[in-house]
């Protein structure tokens, strides 16, 4: 049983790395800033989300869930906009049995070495950097449970 959820991690996340393209505007810009929605398009970090907000639930202002049925490889995907509506960052969530250590080295041989890293007992984060997007994969432990999550950053319409 755990060998079968070994590898649908493993296929979760190779398919959740096939979902992402890099933006290759500038050769400064090595951090990905879209992802691929396959029939449904393509989600851009500082695009307008009024065209796609049918592929996600409002959870707060500003705030969008998109539906479990849209892309693989995360339990959920929010899309976070700024006032005008574009989106300024994408926060991944991961199941509790993803392995992090490995989802740190497939994004250190696609991002190289990590701009920051935190590392206590109870937080773990990773942060690349660009001139433009910031990308953070993060694991918070607590007493009975562990969240995962990575997030994709918009760094001029985030507020950095």
């Not at 997007?133 to 969240?147: C, H, P």
């Amino acid at each position: 049983m755990f060998k079968y959820i070994r590898i649908c991690n493993i296929l979760i996340l190779l398919i959740s790395l096939a979902n992402f393209s890099c933006n290759q505007d500038q050769a400064d810009n090595k951090i990905f800033r879209n992802i691929n929605l396959g029939k449904y398009g393509t989600l851009v970090l500082g695009e307008n989300f009024e065209s796609k907000d049918k592929l996600a639930i409002k959870i707060d202002d500003n705030i969008y869930q998109l539906h479990k049925n849209i892309i693989a490889g995360a339990s959920s995907i929010s899309i976070h906009l700024n006032d005008d509506g574009m989106i300024s960052m994408m926060r991944f969530e991961y199941s509790p049995d993803t392995n992090y250590n490995y989802h740190i080295k497939i994004y250190s041989e696609i991002l190289g070495t990590p701009f920051q890293t935190q590392q206590t007992d109870l937080l773990k984060r990773y942060i690349w950097d660009d001139n433009k997007t910031r990308f953070e994969y993060i694991k918070e432990s607590g007493k009975n449970k562990s969240l995962m999550y990575s997030a994709l950053y918009d760094k001029e319409l985030w507020g950095e």
